[in-house]
């Protein structure tokens, strides 16, 4: 008994003595301030896996804007402001633009968007048997997949868990296979397209505009290699971010039925009930705008945009950031700064706006992350997000569900976990408004 005893001291003395040694190692490198780190594991054990922003939001608190951990020995740099984001990864781009060496998982999030405006193809009859669709729904979900936060824990202490073969439980994302995924999804809608444009079958899009610019000269090496995966990225980063951003607008609607009225209400007095509203009609519906910048901020659905990376060590406000350090644009906590957005968990269009119901508070734009990588589908999802929340109000009104005895249904959604953060299917109805 007494050995065990003087065992689990001994452990005990080492653990703290080893943990005080990182913490003033830390502190002796002039790091930024954050929690104290054990040894080999860093801090991984006290971020929440699921959803990481929650813990660096809460470490805000103690340890400010810039707060420093440790995961598995690499160095973290956490961002909680604009300012400081701005500061760093616009006004220090060329440092911070680097991307964890990561690229097998994070390439299908660095695309554009849509099948339509990419390839210019259209899903035709039965979705279930386009092929286009089908290849690229399995890789992007794959790609979402391995790209969450548990899954990258889960594999960086237990790496042989990318090899469970797929017929055993646990082996959906076996790597072998994910890799024959992902080819295909580069392979088949590129294939597919570039049959269409030696056909002159294709309408404008990314693809045809690519190939009258590039193809056959020497402006660009290995052309083929480089629009596979611009194209397939493309989707991949469109389709999931433009659809996420939908479902927490959706959710919003549901939640919050005099919201979507006084929307409805707007969009009758200008663009009237025989048509629907386009982009001409966007400068005369501000409430409608509120509406659409609130969704990107009540809700962000990248709350760690994706992480940069350090290129060189530098300083910022006395602080060292090591070279190599992965940077994390917490826009979590950016989206709940209560000076900009008092009461940052109620869902409030008129934040946006002044007494006058004229827009007053710009589009919080860190919703698509900083510098040099700040997101390059910005206009795109700004627009298309927009135009679709616009029709979808003016045809539709977004209702709790019923229940078998008519009663409605209150919705209280789980939400996804990983790169992207959205309600999972949640009941609700979308009720025709016109004839
Ligand atoms: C509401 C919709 C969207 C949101 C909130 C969003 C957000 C983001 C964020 C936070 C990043 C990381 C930026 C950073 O690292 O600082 C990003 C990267 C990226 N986004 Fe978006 N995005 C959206 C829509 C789109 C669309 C429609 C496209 C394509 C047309 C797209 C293409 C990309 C690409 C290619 C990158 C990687 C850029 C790079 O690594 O250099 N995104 N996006």
Redesign the pocket.
Known sequence: MHSVVSLSAAVVATLVIVTLRARRKSREAGFPQGPAPLPVIGNALEIDASRPWLTFTKWQATYGDLVYCNVFGQDVVVVNSEKVAEDL?DKRSRNYSG?MDMSSILDP?????ILGAVFDHEIDGDPENDAMLQTVVKGTDYAVRIASPDWIALTTILPFCKYIPTWLPGGALNAPNGKRIMNEMLDIPFDITEKRVDAGEIGHCVVLDAFERFRGTTKVSDFENIMKHACG??YA??EE??GS?LIVFTLAMVLHPHVQKRAQEEIESVVGSDRLPDFNDRPSLPYVEAIFRET?RWR???PL??P?SATDEDMYDGYVIPKGAVIV?N?WAMSRNEEKYPFPETFNPERFLDANGNLAEEMPNF????????????H??KN??WIAMAQILAFFSIEKAKDAFGQPVEPNPQWTQGVTSYPKDFPCAFVSRRA
């Open positions: 990864m991307r999030f660095s695309g554009a968007i990225t493309a980063a469109g971010t433009t951003s990107a962000p659905i990248v945009a994706i940069h644009p826009v919703v698509f992350g900083f510098g040099r990588r700040i997101c390059p589908g910005r795109l999802a298309s997000v």
